[in-house]
C-alpha cells in the first residue's frame, strides 16, 4: 500500500469516528429538546394567570410598586443575560450576548448604569475574557433548569429591584434569552422584566375586549404585590431558562446533524480520492511488471544471438 493511499484510508477512519459521535450528539440532543418542549408549555398556565393577577392588582389599585410602577428617573438597570454551559451549539450563544450587548449599549446611551447577571459557563468566559464586571453568576443547570433553580437566578433580582438606587438598587430588569419558536427558529430577544407595561400586559391577559373582574384586596393591594413580586420573577425566570434550554438543545440538533452531513460529504469525497490513489498505484505495478518483463525479453532474445 502506498503512503498517499495509507493517508486516505487513515483520514477515512477519523472521520468515520467522528461521524459516530455527532450523530450520537444529534439523537441525545433531538430527545432533550422535545422533553425542553413539554416542560415550556407546562410552565405556560401559571406564567399566564400570575401575569394575569398581577395586571389585576396593578390596575385596580393606585398602590405604587416596584411591581408596576416606573421611577420618574432610571438611574440603575440589571441586565440578567442566559447563555449556555456548553457549546457545539452553532450561533446559540454567540446570538444571545449579541443582543445583550446592544440591549446594554442603549441602555448605557440612555444615560443609565447596567448591572449584568449572567447565567451559563458561556456568557461568564466572555465577559471574564473582555475583563467586564458581572455582577452576579450562574452555572451548571442551563441544559435541564428546575425551578429551584429560577429562585436562586431571581433572588438578587427582586433584592435588588426592593433596594433604593442609593443602596445599590436597580430600578428595572431586563433580561435576555433565546426563545423557542420551532425546531428550525430560534430567536435571541431581549424583555423588560420589571416594572410591568400595565396597558400592553392587560390587552394579552384580556383579549378579544374581555373586561378584567375588579377585586377586593385583602389586607392592602401593596401586600399582594409584595407577595406576587418574587412569584412573577421567579416564574418569568424559570419561563425564560426553559426557552433557552429547549432553543439549545434544538440549536445542537441542527449543528451535529449539518456536521454529519458533512462528515458523510468528506468521507464519500476522501473514497473517490483512495480508489483513484489505488488505481493509480496498480496501474503503475502493472506498467512495471510490462515494463520488466519486455526488458527481460529483449535481454533473453539478446543473449540468443
Known amino acids: 500500500m502506498g503512503a498517499q493511499l495509507r493517508v486516505y484510508k487513515r483520514r477515512i477512519r477519523s472521520v468515520t469516528a467522528t461521524k459516530k459521535i455527532t450523530k450520537a450528539m444529534e439523537m441525545i440532543a433531538a430527545s432533550r429538546v422535545v422533553k425542553a418542549q413539554r416542560k415550556v408549555a407546562a410552565s405556560a398556565p401559571y406564567a399566564t394567570e400570575l401575569t394575569r393577577a398581577v395586571t389585576a392588582v396593578g390596575t385596580g389599585s393606585n398602590t405604587k410598586h416596584a411591581l408596576t410602577t416606573q421611577a420618574e428617573t432610571v438611574v440603575r438597570s440589571a441586565v440578567l443575560l442566559l447563555t449556555s454551559d456548553r457549546g457545539l451549539a452553532g450561533a446559540f450563544n454567540s446570538n444571545a450576548i449579541k443582543a445583550a450587548e446592544q440591549l446594554t449599549a442603549r441602555l448605557e446611551a440612555e444615560g443609565k448604569q447596567v448591572e449584568t447577571y449572567i447565567v451559563g459557563r458561556r456568557g461568564v468566559a466572555h465577559y471574564n475574557f473582555r475583563e467586564r464586571k458581572v455582577a452576579e453568576s450562574w452555572s451548571g443547570f442551563t441544559d435541564e433548569p428546575t425551578y ?34 420551532s425546531m428550525m427558529t430560534q430567536t435571541a430577544m431581549d424583555d423588560r422584566l420589571l416594572p410591568l407595561s400595565l396597558d400592553e400586559v392587560a390587552k394579552e391577559s384580556a383579549p ?8 377586593d384586596f385583602e389586607p392592602s393591594a401593596e401586600d399582594v404585590l409584595d407577595a406576587l413580586l418574587p412569584r412573577y420573577v421567579e416564574s418569568r425566570v424559570y419561563n425564560a431558562l426553559l426557552q433557552s434550554a429547549a432553543s439549545k438543545h434544538a440549536a445542537t440538533r441542527r449543528a451535529m446533524k449539518s456536521a454529519t452531513d458533512n462528515a458523510g460529504d468528506l468521507i464519500e469525497t476522501l473514497s473517490r480520492l483512495a480508489n483513484a490513489a489505488r488505481q493509480a498505484e496498480i496501474t503503475q505495478e502493472i506498467s512495471e511488471i510490462v515494463g520488466g518483463s519486455a526488458a527481460l525479453a529483449d535481454a533473453t532474445a539478446g543473449s540468443d544471438r
Not at 171 to 178: G, N, P, R, S, W
Not at 208 to 215: T, V
Open 208 to 215: 378579544k375586549g374581555e373586561i378584567l373582574p375588579l377585586y
Open 148 to 181: 429551584a433553580d429560577a429562585k436562586k437566578v431571581a433572588a438578587p433580582l427582586i433584592e435588588a429591584i426592593e433596594k433604593d438606587t442609593a443602596d445599590g438598587g436597580v430600578d428595572e430588569i431586563h433580561i435576555v434569552f433565546t426563545e423557542f419558536v
